[in-house]
T-cell receptor
């Protein structure tokens, strides 16, 4: 079955440590997105990518980095510069304009906690 | 002012009630409107999708878009405890950026 796989489901980070969250999709979608979700704040866009080897900052990109070397993969690195990284991270993908579904398909999320 | 406003709730209703969830928006260029349902500790799943104004019905769910008022609604008839979740509205402009703008989400609890 096609879908988006995020791993790990739970991740613990020590102060000053970089961690990478994995996101893989087999939907043949062109665009991929990373969101952060905090209680009471909804979804906030971190980075998005419409094609391979290209990505744009979202609303809260500071302290995060991404790469898009393959269509199927869009990993997110939470760097030590992100001062408050504890949150639920969601990856999503979508097809380009002109296809039937303009919505996003989401992964099941990664819960990151700073210890 | 946020582009999309949604009352976070929480909203608590008895089983069988009709639920009304709403969002307002400020960008008149929005053309595509969606509702997502998110269970606790899960990713959101697309529930309803509408283009421009009008109504769309799918089982117990009805989505309405009123572009003149910049107002969208999701109605749930005969609500069930399994409907307890956070409901997020989302919308975007026409074009190939694909970037959705989400509301804050409304938490719904349906009590048996």
């Amino acid at each position: 079955d096609g879908g988006i796989t995020q791993s790990p489901k739970y991740l613990f980070r020590k102060e000053g440590q970089n961690v990478t969250l994995s996101c893989e999709q087999n939907l043949n979608h062109d665009a991929m997105y990373w969101y952060r979700q905090d209680p009471g704040q909804g979804l906030r866009l971190i980075y998005y990518s419409q094609i391979v080897n290209d990505f744009q900052k979202g609303d809260i990109a500071e302290g995060y980095s991404v790469s898009r070397e393959k269509k199927e993969s869009f990993p997110l690195t939470v760097t030590s510069a992100q001062k408050n990284p504890t949150a639920f991270y969601l990856c999503a993908s979508s097809s380009r304009e002109g296809k039937a579904n303009y919505g996003y398909t989401f992964g099941s999320g990664t819960r990151l906690t700073v210890v | 002012q946020k582009e999309v406003e949604q009352d976070p709730g929480p909203l608590s209703v008895p089983e069988g009630a009709i639920v009304s969830l709403n969002c307002t928006y400020s960008n008149s260029a929005f053309q595509y409107f969606m509702w997502y349902r998110q269970y606790s500790r899960k990713g959101p799943e697309l529930l309803m999708y509408t283009y421009s104004s009008g109504n769309k019905e799918d089982g117990r769910f009805t989505a309405q878009v009123d572009k003149s008022s910049k107002y969208i609604s999701l109605f749930i008839r005969d609500s069930q405890p399994s409907d307890s979740a956070t409901y997020l509205c989302a919308m975007r402009e026409y074009g190939n950026t694909g970037k959705l703008i989400f509301g804050q989400g409304t938490t719904l609890q349906v009590k048996p």
